[in-house]
């Protein structure tokens, strides 16, 4: 009976997951030509643009074209994001479990970024980027339907964050897939040894419909550069962006959206399903450094498509993406190595590992958002902060987080969250966020206010954990009232290599 009341919760999260947010709305394509003048607390160039298509007055405009260089610029992005997944993240936690479970960490990861991908071009797309109200988009993009124009013979553009400048909408939702992939990937290491892999993929389904897409759409969702026209307009685009955006908050890359959310996610589920039998009894120490260096290596890697294709463009912003990242995780490895040597007289290849990847997390949110001097004050952060967060924070909660994702993608997003409402400003080096987006104008040093911009950050951090919070209790507890949570203590014993996949990882 709970096989059958499993296929029939997963069905429905397939089949109905996106109605249940359906909003009447004009098509995603429908963005007006623009030229005005944006509210400084409302337009930032550090968040993902809904589709751009057509003007109002398509007859009069000229056709805009993608340039090729950005196209392919993309594209390149988003097989590097998918590298971060497999292998990479799958390694990474692979290592980092005991023998007996290294294979159902790879099934897990694997499998649970396939169906989210499934899941995103069905629906996924849709909720997150297209015009609904704050919280969540329409279903005008439902199995992607649009983006082929067969009148005009073109695949239908996406806006960029320059005025004029678009980029093939298919490749814009393909590379946001590998980031609704990567998140619900993240999870799985939070529960990583005694979870039933049914139970995975139908919490996945449900988490990924009611937390992932709707914070999507709050943080990233608004009408791109080209829809303000008139000052007249610009109340009523800012209207129509998401409830995040709308408070001006930055989030270049995922900070909130991926990072904060998917540890909340985890935390919640490390919480709910209890401890793995044994622990702080047992030695539960990593099966492969050696495997775990591997995946933190295709991560980090993977990481400069991951902030600097989140730029849409191949230009400058781009490139202070892509150095901010190769300096804030070479930061907080050095950070990182310190603390430990501080505290146990020895720095360990996992802590220059797990200090790679915090910085890459704390990065991710400021990435083209503040300056190279900005990027390496908040990588030397979050290497002592995540360092933390694995040690002291850890004993604090109790949770068994099997491989410590609230401690690193939690504290390390929190950190640069909050971090780039200071070093945004542009007397600290930072770019600085559009005041005008009639002249592409920034806002000057004088009028950028640092406390202002923390609080504001610091607003879309407890919407983003309260929202994943709710909505991780809620899909944990209807999981496991329909197939249950946890394995049982035999198999969790035995490994979930034989018991859940009939197979092993090693022979011999």
């Known amino acids: 009976m709970k096989k059958l009341f499993a296929s029939l919760a997963l069905g429905l999260s397939l089949c ?6 359906a909003q009447t709305a004009p098509a995603a ?4 030509e623009a030229k005005a003048e944006a509210k400084a607390e409302a337009a930032t160039p550090a968040t993902a ?5 057509a003007p109002a007055a398509a007859e009069a405009a000229p056709a805009l074209v993608p340039n090729k260089g950005d196209t392919a610029w993309m594209m390149v992005a988003t097989i590097l994001v998918i590298m971060m997944v497999v292998p990479g993240l799958a390694l990474f936690y692979g290592g980092l479990v005991r023998s007996k479970n290294m294979l159902s960490v790879l099934m897990q990861v694997m499998v649970t970024f396939s169906l989210v991908t499934v899941l995103w071009f069905i629906y996924g797309y849709s909720l997150a980027f297209t015009e609904g109200n704050a919280y969540i988009g329409g279903l005008d993009r439902l199995f992607m339907n649009g983006i082929w124009d067969n009148a005009a013979g073109t695949f239908a553009n996406a806006a960029t964050f ?20 990567i998140t ?3 999870i799985v290491g939070a529960f990583a040894e005694r979870i039933k892999f049914s139970a995975v993929l139908i919490f996945m389904t449900l988490w990924f419909t009611f937390s992932y897409l709707p914070i999507a759409h709050m943080v990233w969702f608004w009408m791109g550069p080209d829809a303000y026209t008139a000052k007249e307009v610009v109340d009523e685009m800012n209207g129509k962006a998401g409830f995040i955006w709308q408070m001006g908050a930055l989030d270049f890359a995922g900070g909130t959206v991926v990072h904060i959310n998917a540890a909340v996610a985890g935390l919640v589920g490390a919480f709910m399903i209890g401890k793995r039998i044994g622990y702080g009894r047992e030695a539960m120490t990593p099966h492969s450094l050696t495997l775990t260096m591997v995946g933190a ?19 400058g912003f781009a490139a202070l993406a892509f150095v901010n990242t190769l300096l804030a995780a070479a930061a907080a490895v ?9 505290m146990r007289g020895k720095a360990s290849m996992l802590g220059a590992a797990s200090g790679a990847v915090a910085g890459l997390v704390a990065i991710t949110p400021a990435a083209g958002n503040v300056g ?11 290497g002592f902060a995540c360092l933390w967060g694995v040690n002291g924070l850890k004993k604090m909660l109790g949770a068994d987080d099997t491989l410590d994702v609230f401690g690193v993608h939690g504290v390390g997003g929190i950190v640069g969250a909050l971090l780039t409402g200071v070093f945004n400003s542009p007397a600290l080096g930072g770019p600085g966020f559009v005041a005008d987006w009639t002249t592409a104008t920034m806002v000057t040093a004088a009028d950028y206010s640092i406390a202002a911009q923390v609080w504001t950050q610091a607003k879309a951090v407890l919407v983003t954990i309260v929202w994943s919070g709710v909505v991780s209790l809620v899909a944990f507890k209807l999981v496991d009232l329909t197939v249950g949570l946890r394995v049982s203590e035999e198999a969790e014993r035995e490994g979930l290599d034989i018991t859940s996949h009939g197979e092993t990882a090693y022979h011999g």
Do not use: D, H, R, Y
């Not at 643009?49 to 298509?53: I, L, Q, S, T, V």
């Not at 991560?299 to 730029?311: E, T, Y």
């Not at 190279?372 to 979050?382: D, M, P, R, S």
């Open 16 to 21: 109905f997951g996106g109605a249940a947010f």
């Open 29 to 32: 394509e429908a963005k007006v």
């Open 49 to 53: 643009p809904a589709p751009a298509a």
């Open 162 to 181: 320059s005025k004029g400048v678009v980029i093939p909408e298919i490749i814009f939702a393909g590379f946001q897939a590998t980031f609704a992939g």
């Open 184 to 186: 619900c990937a993240l």
């Open 297 to 315: 290596s295709l991560l980090w890697v993977g990481w400069f498509g991951f902030n600097a294709g989140s730029a849409l463009e191949a230009n």
């Open 334 to 342: 050095l950070a990182w190595c310190v603390g430990e040597a501080l």
């Open 372 to 382: 190279i001097g900005g990027a390496l004050v908040i990588g030397i952060v979050a």
